[in-house]
């Protein structure tokens, strides 16, 4: 492990350097075990954060408090330490110039991290697909990759939730019909989209599109759970 980024107060991205990684998709993840001293091995998954193009290997984790793996992440990780690993996983959500657009990301939460995954492949790969990325969060200083999400050169939209400083321009409350209405392209362009976060926002999120008119098979999804796992 070569490095710990604070995101925000509960969030952290751990950056990796593994010389034998086979190489990822956007949008796949990695199933990460830890072993303690007894013997008990705990087991979570987590998002790629990193581009396939980037130099290293980044997950960004959410502590939850009570998780079995994140605390340990988030809190009590060294650079220098070690861990185990497998993957990469997954071929469903994931994204790459063959399968076009225009591109819908909508993520809640911790669930922009394999999406920001999408938008910087997007972006190394010099890709002309339109991308437009949708972001709940419940204040701005729970916002993941606020600094990077405002330059990156894509449309990014925020919907904040809960609170919201003075002065702020962007969108409030939670994503619903009318707020999808208003960002998503319209059914007839058939955008493919990817909707990623707590069970609860993609179940609405994935069924508010379609009954909106987009097409269910040009909507994938990734959830998880209280705890954190998929």
């Known amino acids: 492990m070569v490095e ?25 993840h990695v199933d990460v075990r830890l072993t303690a001293e007894d013997g008990y091995q705990a087991q979570r998954s987590y998002s ?7 130099d290293h290997l980044e997950l960004t984790v ?13 809190d009590e990780l060294r ?16 994204w790459e110039e063959s399968l076009g657009g225009p591109l ?25 697909v339109p991308v437009r990325l949708l972001y709940s969060a419940r204040a701005l200083d729970d916002v993941i990759y606020h600094d990077e999400l405002a330059r990156v050169g894509v449309d990014v939209r925020f919907t904040l939730t809960r609170e919201w400083p003075e002065g702020w321009s962007g969108y409030r409350g939670r994503i619903d019909a009318e707020l999808l209405g208003e960002v998503a392209w319209p059914p007839g362009e058939r955008p ?7 069970t ?10 379609v009954e909106l008119g987009h097409d269910p098979g040009r909507i994938r999804t990734e959830r998880f ?3 954190g796992g998929r």
């Open 79 to 94: 650079a220098g330490d070690e861990l185990e690993l497998r993957g990469p996983i997954g071929g469903y959500f994931v």
């Open 62 to 74: 959410e502590r939850l408090d009570d998780g079995e793996v994140s605390p340990y992440l988030v």
């Open 200 to 209: 609860g926002f993609v179940e609405l999120a994935a069924g508010v599109l």
């Open 104 to 128: 819908l990301l909508v993520g809640g939460g911790s669930g922009v991290v394999p999406l920001r995954a999408v938008v910087r492949h997007h972006a190394a790969t010099e890709s002309s």
């Open 192 to 198: 493919l989209v990817y909707v990623c976060g707590p």
């Open 48 to 54: 790629i954060a990193s581009a396939p193009e980037d």
């Open 4 to 28: 710990l980024v604070e995101e925000t107060a509960r969030v952290k991205t751990i950056v990796l350097d593994l010389p034998e990684w086979p190489g990822h998709r956007a949008g796949q």
């Open 225 to 227: 759970g209280a705890t």
